[in-house]
């Protein structure tokens, strides 16, 4: 049951260039989160952004919701080689407790 | 320095043989969790527990099973009846409460000999 899907799959970018990330759901959340994953790692959680609130900053990172249009963008400014990864949203059903669900990720490239 | 250990790095399997990857933390967490990775296809929940002694089967349960005896630990065994096991399994735990964020460990990356 894919919950999320971000868009574009896959970003190439130059370092200082902005990232820009999106991320659609289907049904009413409770909050959205965001996870990064550098290749053969596990996720490290980044944000999170409560069904109530439009947008949070966290050091380069932005987040925004948007409820009405069921969407979430991830911002990240001045990119760096070493923000090299995938990054995932995450959506928590309001009947489903704990559990997450994941999109297929955007995997992004910074160049040097 | 708290976090989520899961092992072995690498796995391979023999056909009709069970394997079990191990997935402990000292997190102090309730809620523990098992995904699947497969290449271009995200995370995907096998099974979750919210507390000692209880769990629930996510989204591709079949050919899994798994036991929660003590709150560190949250085993996953891989059993024949998965006819395509190999893939990356990742183990995370969180607090309980709706929507906590969630620790993962490193991954486990099981293959078919």
């Known amino acids: 049951s894919q919950q999320g899907e971000e868009d574009p799959q896959a970003l190439s970018i130059q370092e200082g260039e902005n990232a820009t990330m999106n991320c659609s759901y289907k049904?009413?959340?409770?909050?959205l989160q965001w996870y990064r994953q550098n290749s053969g790692r596990g996720l490290v959680h980044l944000i999170l952004?409560?069904?109530?609130?439009r947008e949070k900053h966290s050091g380069r990172l932005r987040v925004t919701l948007d409820t009405s249009k069921k969407s979430s963008s991830l911002l990240i400014t001045a990119s760096r080689a070493a923000d090299t990864a995938s990054y995932f949203c995450?959506?928590?059903?309001?009947?489903?407790?704990?559990?997450?669900?994941f999109g297929k990720g955007t995997t992004l490239s910074v160049s040097s | 320095d708290g976090g989520i250990t899961q092992s072995p790095k690498y796995l391979f399997r023999k056909e009709g043989q069970n394997v079990t990857l191990s997935c402990e933390q000292n997190l102090n967490h309730d809620a523990m969790y098992w995904y699947r990775q497969d290449p271009g296809q995200g995370l995907r929940l096998i099974y979750y527990?919210?507390?000692?002694?209880?769990?629930q089967k996510g989204d591709i349960a079949e050919g899994y099973s798994v036991s929660r005896e003590k709150k560190e630990s949250f085993p996953l065994t891989v059993t024949s009846a998965q006819k395509n096991p190999t893939a990356f399994y990742l183990c995370a735990s969180s607090r309980t409460g709706v929507g906590q964020p969630q620790h993962f460990g490193d991954g486990t990356r099981l293959s078919i000999l």
């Open positions: 527990s919210q507390i000692v002694n209880d769990f």
């Open positions: 995450a959506t928590v059903l309001y009947q489903a407790g704990t559990a997450l669900i």
């Open positions: 952004i409560r069904s109530n609130e």
């Open positions: 049904t009413s959340i409770n909050n």
